[in-house]
């Protein structure tokens, strides 16, 4: 059983900062990507940032030069900070997960989601 616990939403003000957490429990498995993503009310879910196991970043065009994704792999957990926050920033920020199962079955798994609101 995989499960996805996360933490560090909020209300900031612009140009404020927040620092979200997600760490993920469960045992047979190895966890390839971790990342975080939003959807803003009305609109679609969209890439923040994601990171491989090795390090590698993407971030979505939006949080470039103001969000950092970081990961503890021993601890199996991703962490995003977030920096200038700006109004459109504000959205439920979701947690997810890509790996494989010890037994060969991919994954991908969501949390539950953080709200984070960025006032003007």
């Known amino acids: 059983q995989v499960q996805l616990a996360e933490s560090g939403g909020g209300l900031v003000q612009a140009g404020g900062s927040l620092r979200l957490s997600c760490a993920v429990s469960?045992?047979?498995?190895?966890?390839?990507?971790m990342g975080w993503y939003r959807q803003a009310q009305g609109k679609q879910r969209e890439l923040v940032a994601i990171?491989?196991?090795?390090?590698?970043?993407k971030y979505g065009d939006s949080v470039k030069g103001r969000f950092a994704i970081s990961r503890d792999n021993a601890q199996n957990t991703v962490y995003l900070q977030m920096n200038s926050l700006k109004p459109e920033d504000t959205a439920v920020y979701y947690c997810?997960?890509?790996?494989?199962?010890?037994?060969?079955?991919?994954?991908?798994?969501w949390g539950q989601g953080t709200q984070v609101t960025v006032s003007s």
């Open positions: 469960g045992s047979g498995f190895n966890i390839n990507v």
């Open positions: 990171i491989t196991s090795g390090g590698t970043t």
């Open positions: 997810n997960t890509l790996g494989r199962r010890w037994l060969g079955q991919p994954f991908d798994y």
